[in-house]
């Protein structure tokens, strides 16, 4: 995902949102989407094993993390 956002694309869903806030407004691209992702884990909490759950929280803060710490604006962007 790192890649893509590089290169100004996106998988769709929240990444395109995330991806036109940081444009227009600066915010952080990482830390948006992690909170983002924290939204729906919280909402699943209703319908979803806490084992499930679990794995979930693990992928999205590896992912969100690796977004936060590695994209920043301004930073390598390709053309």
Known sequence: M????RHRAS???FNVL???LQETRGWRAGHLQMGLDCAIVL???AFVPLS???WSVAGAVA???T???NHRPG???AV
């Open 11 to 13: 998988l769709g869903g």
């Open 52 to 54: 499930q759950i679990a």
């Open 18 to 20: 995330v991806l036109y």
């Open 43 to 45: 909402a699943a909490l």
């Open 63 to 65: 992912l969100n993390l």
């Open 2 to 5: 790192l890649m893509l956002f």
């Open 67 to 69: 977004l936060a710490i």
């Open 75 to 77: 930073r390598y962007m």
